[in-house]
Every structure is written in C-alpha cells, then in structure tokens.
C-alpha cells in the first residue's frame, strides 16, 4: 500500500486488489485536521511504527520460542482474543460514560487499558495470521465497501444501518 496526501492533507492510500488486478485511491479520514479547520485540538494519531506485520511477526518470534504454535490453532486465538476484550469491557463496566481522551480516569487505569487493548491486538493479528487473513490488505478492502454502503449523502449525521436508508 502506498500511502500520501493529496492537497486538501487527506491521507490517501493507493491499495491493489490481487484478484482482479485493480488499483484503489482511497481517502483514510473523512475529517482530518485538513478538512476540520476550526477545531479546538488536533485528533490523536498513532506513531508510525511498529505496522501490523511488525507485530505478527514479534508475536510470531514469542510463540516460537516458547514452542506454543500447538496452542496456538484458530479457535483457541479467538477464545484468548474474546476474553481480552472482555478485560477491555471490565474496565469501562459501572462506570459513567466518559469523554474523549478519559479525562477522568488514573493513570494506573489508563495503563491498565494499554495493557488490554494490546493484548487484543496481539490475539487479533495472530489469528489472522493462523487464518492466512492479510489484515493490512482485507482492512483497506472493508473499508471501500463500507464507503460504498454508507455514503455520506444518506449515513450524514445518521447512525442508522443502511438497510434502513430510504432510496
Ligand atoms: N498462551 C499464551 C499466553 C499469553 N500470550 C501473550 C499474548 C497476550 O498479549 C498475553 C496474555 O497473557 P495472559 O493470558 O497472562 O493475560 P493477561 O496479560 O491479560 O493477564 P491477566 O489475565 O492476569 O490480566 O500474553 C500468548 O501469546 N499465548
């Protein structure tokens, strides 16, 4: 995938289809700082490393070592991902809705949060990896359907699912 910026700083990513030998432009933020001139801050981004197969293969490197590839089949994956997000879930359970950022949360807890969502990630990427599933590639594929599901001349504003939009 090749990624740049056209001149509205939209972060473009040009993705190929393998299968019928197609090429893509898509727009990866429909409201960038670019586009959103009078916001108050600027939307959080990640760091630019590690990418995903970065982290199939560290946690590929970890697996190895420890000769775990026998626990490690599909369904057990996505057992272990499950109840990771379940960690996730317990850390937002009883509490309030809270703002962009948890203004109001610990550091002990926003720690707590970084340590699960890791982990479902970690669990996530291996399993596609045990699926033969190129993440990285079948996201940027999701994502152009999604576009085309939802475009914004009906979903603006809306969050309806689109078998309920009107023609
Ligand atoms: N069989 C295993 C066990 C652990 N891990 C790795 C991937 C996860 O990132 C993390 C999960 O470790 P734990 O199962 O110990 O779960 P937690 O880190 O969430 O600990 P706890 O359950 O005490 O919160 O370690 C792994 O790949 N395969």
Redo the contacts with the bound molecule.
Sequence with gaps: VDLKTNNTNQLLAKAGDTETGTSFTIPLSENGAAGNPGAAHRRFTFSEEPNMEDIRRL?AE??DERD?NQ??QPRNLLL?LIG?VG?VAELFQWRGETAEGLPDWKAAEREQLE??L??VL??LL?LAEKCHVDLPQAVLRKMALNRLKYPVSKAYGSAKKYTEFKD
């Design positions: 946690q970890f697996t775990w626990f490690h272990a990771e960690e340590h699960e890791s982990d970690i669990y291996e």
